[in-house]
């Protein structure tokens, strides 16, 4: 029971750690300005202790890419931190490596597994945990980086240098997996650990069993001897694969944090959009080219091919699934914040996650320089198609709409006075295409409302006309995105969008 009291100890406070520990930006701190921050000297003890109590054995209870016998660099650490979570990055030294192999365009390719200790510590409690990241790159990311550490360029707690592949965090203590992230050009698109729900799982035990992996021992000659690892079905299917742990609500985290404790939840990973293939996880990026695909990139927030949005010359109905108990509700003046914050909780990703910003936005439409007319001066299709891809890789994304001519509001695009989430697309009953969004615009209380399906942006390829909410007459022009708003005066017309996907 003491034992079992530890591990949940440990998980318990490591998805905390790592759901905070800034997995996919820049440091926002330099370490030194850090209070508590980790030291070498306290990564270095922290890492003996752990290790005397657990010895790292081989032979019949082999733990599958945790070495035999590693040194950490500790002369070599980078150190990073964000929040209250202070990292540090340690290269390894093993006379034992790894190597991947993957099915690509039919063929097996072979990528050489980059490894690296890392140590994390909550500054405001001291408490700490540590990981073996086994960093698997996709081949056209290893061939582009090839006679660079790899291990180097993907730095926990900081940049990822345009990393593409799947990380795995390993226990080097027991040799169990504490958390698997897959990536696309430097942004993480899915992530599970115990915590997950069993559906984030299996998705994610899919992509990793598409991997075989292999040991590698140098030989006297300066060659090589690969030896494959009869543990890789059960390690994926038993006790080494993200181990089910339960823990009760109640309690408070000040208390031992065993069974019964709770401190918080691990990374939460978005809902797959419907029609997404269980089966086939695989996506391109920019390091795979001439239609290959990458290892390991499956999942949510992965971008698609430039021609996977349509089906039969149509896009693809899509509509992202959306807690409508977390709908923050509405606040003077803030509706670009609530609408960052609604694209982060479908993604279930932390308050850092990038989700494109204002040097990424694209227009639809602008106002005359008298401001007395709104004329489309962007691309439609290359927008539309924008949109597609990103909901298509289960990403939702932020919009800017234009009310009222000449609002006096001070955006960057002034024709933008409003803020919405677009989660999904389709066609309705007369083959129209259309947009789902969420409106910012709503009380808390009006949480259903402001999520109603009924909110939707249509697609206009002919100039039309009417006369509409207090008796005035609109005109909607070829190309663009327009419809209703939850005020009784005004109408939506699309005005930009902020994309984030390559």
Known sequence: ???????????????????????????????????????????????????????????????????????????????????????????????????????????????????????????????????????????????????????????????????????????????????????????????????SDAATKARLTKAAKRLKFYEVVPTRAGGEDIFGNPMLGDWFDGSYWLPEITVTPGGNSSADHGEGEWIGNGTTDPIDPPNTNHDDLDDNCSHCHDGEQCVGSGGVGTASSDDGNQQNGKYKTIKLKYDVSLYPGYKSGQCKNIADEITRQILGVSDDYYIGNVTNRIDLCLEDNEHKTLNVVGDPQEIIDIIAKHLEAGCPIVAGVNHTLDSGIKNKNKTTDHFIVIYGMGYDENDRLYFNYIETGRYKEQANLACDDSWRLYYYTDTVTFKGKGDKSYTILPGMIFGDSYSKRKYYYLSEIRPYLK
């Open 1 to 195: 029971m003491k034992k079992k009291n530890l591990f949940l100890k440990f998980v318990t406070f490591a998805a905390v750690l790592m759901a905070a520990s800034c997995d996919d930006g820049l440091a926002d701190l330099p370490v030194g300005q850090v209070k508590n921050a980790l030291t070498v000297d306290e990564a270095e003890a922290y890492f003996e202790q752990t290790m005397m109590q657990v010895p790292v054995t081989r032979g019949t209870e082999t733990k599958l890419l945790v070495p035999n016998d590693f040194t950490p660099e500790w002369s070599q650490g980078v150190s990073t931190s964000y929040g209250n979570v202070s990292c540090l990055n340690v290269p390894i030294n093993s006379f034992v490596s790894y190597k991947a192999s993957y099915k690509q365009n039919g063929d097996d390719e072979v990528v050489k597994i980059a490894q690296k200790l890392i140590v994390i510590k909550n500054t405001d409690t001291g408490e700490k945990a540590q990981f073996l990241v086994s960093i698997i790159p996709c081949y056209g990311y290893a061939a582009e980086h090839r006679g660079e550490d790899i291990a180097e360029l993907f730095v926990q707690g900081g940049s990822k240098n345009g990393f593409s592949g799947i990380a795995l965090y390993i226990v080097p203590e027991t040799g169990v997996v504490f958390q698997v992230s897959t990536y696309i050009n430097g942004r993480r698109t899915a992530s599970a650990n115990c915590y």
